[in-house]
C-alpha cells in the first residue's frame, strides 16, 4: 500500500520539476529576447540618429556653400542710374539706355547724348545739356558720393577667395560667388560663365584695366543677378565691338564701349562713359 502512494506523489513531484525547468527556460529565453529587443531598438535610434546628424550636417553645408558670407556693395542713391559719371556720357546715335544717367560735378554740357536714345531721366547739375534734362545738383551730389564710397568699399574687401585667377587672363572660366582680386590687369578673350544662385555676390576687384575681346560674351547661370554682380576697376575699362557683358562697373577711370556692345548692368564712372551703338540696361 505505502509503495502504491509513494509512485503517485514522485510523479507529480518530477512533473513539477519538469515544469519548473520548463519556465526557467522560458524566462531566460524571454528576457533573451527583451534584451535582443532593447539592444535592436538602441541600435535603431543610433542609426536614426546618426543619420539625421547626418542630414543636419548636409543641409548646413549646403548653406555654407549657398552663401559665402560675402556682403552686397551699397550703391546708394548711386544704384538709382544706369549710367552716372563725373566728366561726360557721350553717345555715337544711336544707343539705346534703359535707366536713368546723370553727371556731376561736370555741367550737363558733358552729355552728348540724344533725348531719343534714353528710356528713364537725364539727369543735369544745371540748365545746359539735352532739352529732356531734369536739373537736380543735390541729388546728382550725393550719388556721385555714393558713387565713390560704393568703390573704397569694393577696393577695400580683404582675404579673396580667388587670387590673381588665370594670371589675368579669365577666357574660358566659370567663375563662382566670392570675391576676386587681380593686381594686374584683366583680360577676357573669350567667353566666360558666371554661375550661382539669384542671392550670390561677386565682386571683382581689378588693379588694372579691364579689357573683352569684340563678340565676347558674359553668361548668367544657376539663377545669379547682374545687380549682385560688382567690378571694381581701377583703370579704363573696354568692351569690343559686339561684345555682352554683365554686372556693375565700379571705375575709377573711363568706360568705353566699342560699336554695338550691350551691357546688363549699371556703369558708374569716376571719369567718363563714352558709347558707340550700343545697348545699357539697367538690371533690376
Known amino acids: 500500500m505505502k509503495l502504491k502512494k509513494i509512485v503517485p506523489i514522485a510523479a507529480i513531484l518530477l512533473f513539477g520539476l519538469i515544469g519548473l525547468e520548463s519556465c526557467s527556460n522560458d524566462i531566460d529565453d524571454s528576457s533573451q529576447i527583451s534584451t535582443l529587443t532593447a539592444e535592436v531598438d538602441d541600435s535603431l535610434q543610433v542609426s536614426t540618429f546618426n543619420a539625421e546628424a547626418a542630414a543636419n550636417d548636409s543641409k548646413s553645408n549646403a548653406r555654407i556653400s549657398e552663401s ?19 566728366s561726360g556720357i557721350t553717345s555715337v546715335y544711336k544707343s539705346s539706355i534703359i535707366g536713368d544717367i546723370g ?27 539735352p532739352a529732356c534734362k531734369t536739373t537736380s545738383a543735390t541729388m546728382l551730389t550725393s550719388a556721385i558720393g555714393d558713387m565713390q564710397t560704393a568703390y573704397t ?10 587670387l590673381n585667377l588665370g594670371a589675368g587672363t579669365i577666357g574660358g572660366q566659370t567663375l563662382l560667388p566670392g570675391l576676386y582680386k587681380w593686381t594686374s ?9 558666371i554661375a550661382g544662385s539669384s542671392t550670390d555676390i561677386w565682386i571683382f576687384q581689378v588693379a588694372g584695366t579691364l579689357d573683352m575681346s569684340s563678340a565676347v560674351r558674359v553668361t548668367l547661370e ?27 562697373i565700379l571705375g575709377q577711370t573711363g568706360i568705353n564701349m566699342q560699336t554695338g556692345a550691350t551691357i546688363n548692368g549699371r556703369m558708374l564712372a569716376q571719369t567718363a562713359v563714352t558709347l558707340q551703338m550700343n545697348t545699357v540696361n539697367k538690371p533690376e
Open 68 to 86: 559665402n558670407g560675402l556682403e552686397s556693395v551699397n550703391l546708394g542713391v548711386a544704384g538709382d542710374f544706369v549710367i552716372l559719371s563725373k
Open 103 to 129: 553727371t556731376s560735378p561736370i555741367t550737363g554740357a558733358a552729355m552728348v547724348v540724344d533725348c531719343t536714345e534714353v528710356t528713364g531721366s537725364v539727369f543735369s547739375v544745371n540748365a545746359a545739356g
Open 153 to 162: 568699399d569694393a577696393a577695400g574687401r580683404s582675404n579673396p577667395d580667388y
Open 185 to 193: 590687369a584683366v583680360n577676357i578673350p573669350t567667353d566666360i560663365t
Open 222 to 248: 544657376g539663377g545669379a543677378q547682374a545687380k549682385n554682380i560688382f567690378w571694381q576697376v581701377a583703370s579704363a575699362v573696354t568692351f569690343g565691338t559686339t561684345s555682352h557683358f554683365e554686372g556693375n
